[in-house]
DNA sequence: GCCGTTTTCGGCCCGACTGTTTTCAGTCG
């Protein structure tokens, strides 16, 4: 079994046993238990047969028999009894906003409802209003929410949430009552998808905030709104919550609400041990209540003995640890990332000439940018015949003389499925760097596909794995791949990993990231623009390159002209 | 259910908003 499908089962537990009414810590404790498993980097079965389950942080005797169950006999009485006892379908009911454990239970508990449609109908039916604790409102709500919970069951593409977050914080920073104001939440830490946006505001006059926010043009449904928090639904269907805090409190509330609500967890915890409390309005000692520090982050980190830690890595990830150490990585920074090797033009699918491309790299202040158009063999992205890829040289070297932007001329080289590529050497030899990059069969055995693109890697005119697991967010799995071996073989062939930036794509993802950087593997980041307004997407593949702890020399797109030359070997 | 530099028992992060109440439970993040 693997770990994911064992965190599931230990989250459907909690559900259960929250429906249950059973003691909070219980669930809980069930719930970091799923949580530990689920981003576990060893194999939950390799770690059972070792015995050394509970080596794992939140896994004591009880969930240990459990995990032992599971795999020995695929099935968990434990979990059978309880889905006896609680309808598997209620936890479903928890999915809707609004409802909670205790709801779910009322609504199974008087009206018989365990699915989405039964309560559906009856608050349709104004069924609810008599209940206990529910009215009218109640009812609207939970079809709001049912209708919500059915367009939003996917969360949203980063891209989506970076440019509705800035935008309003934009139109908010007109307001003169504003402080000061940042982006919070998973879109600070540039997550590869956002739920919802998280705006911070620092004001002695929260109530101007809150109406020029309900006000803003985007808004189309206002959920809530009071003087500490409000919250609307933009047009693009993403929520957006802005709380206002005074200025001494902005610095711990930004750090509050920045999250994970894993690394808060611990650097609670810490405090805690110190004598120390921490919420939203800043550091404060516990017997006395005294006011420690809040008005910058920097401060209730250093208030609990760390260094700043950068949002991105804020995922309780081991991050905290080196922070009391003083030993946290130092991350590439966004403005070191000094062009883009993954752009297509107007010669295959691309709706930009390589002109434009050059024009717009330079406006942007790159150093260099590569044009790596598709190869022959992808007729549905019109790929260059080698003929057409040499003319294209041509123009390349051509437009050179009028750029100060280096222009590298690269190839997106599609690897057959026998691990060929699409070009010969004698072509690959006369670019200044190529790709290689699955686009066709998808569905290999991991074996085979990893053999495939191995082979494909240890051809010397190969510079870039392309978007290295194919997955494509909300749409297609990740191709099967052992991605461990994959990445050896890049060390020995010194084949950089692409974190190709758009946003469906982000792969290598940050787990990945990290995982390669840790085996000695270079990374070079690539937008895979298709057009000039995809190049800003640069932002979030440097931003998965940060939140897998990768530093300046661990990326290509940080080197200077020659050494990106000589790291190209033609 | 888990855990331990104050604890093998008694804690476990904690506050805001909503809708229902008429002082608070439920939900959310």
Redesign the pocket.
Known sequence: MRNKEIAEIFYQIADLLEIKGE????V???R??AQRIETLEEDIEELCRKGKL?S?????????S?IKELIETGRLE?LEKLKREVPEDLIRL?D?????????L?LYKKLGITTVEQLRDACKKGRL?HL??????????ILR?IEMLERSKDRFLINVAYENGYRLVEYLKKNKDVLSISIA?SLRRMKETI??I?ILVSSLNPDSIMEDFVRYPDVKIV?????????VILRDGI?V?V?VVKPESFGAALQ??T?S?EH??QI??IA??M?L?????GVFRKDTEEYIAGRTEEEVYKAIGLDYIEPELRENRGEIELAQRGKLPEIVKYKEVKGDFHIHSTWSDGTASIEEIARRSQEMGYEFVGIADHSASLKVAHGLSEEDLLKKIQEIRKLQERFDVRIFAGTECDIKPDGSLDYSDKILKELDFAYAAIHTKFKMDRKEMTERIIRAMENEYINILAHPTARMIGKREPIDIDLEKIFEVARETNTFMEINAFPDRLDLNDVHAKMAKEMGVKMAIGTDSHALDHMRFLRFGTAMARRGWLEKKDILNTYDLREIEKAFGR
């Open positions: 003691l909070e810590f219980k809980r404790a069930y970091r238990a509970r794992i942080p939140g896994i004591g005797e009880s969930i240990a459990k434990y928890m809707i906003p609004g409802v909670g454990p205790k709801k779910a009322i209003r206990e604790g529910f009215g009218e409102l109640t009812e609207r709500n929410g939440g739920g919802d998280d959920l809530a709104k009071g003087s500490k928090k409000s919250s929520q919550d709380r509050y609400f999250g609500k808060n967890i609670r915890n805690m041990k004598g409390k921490i919420n939203e309005y």
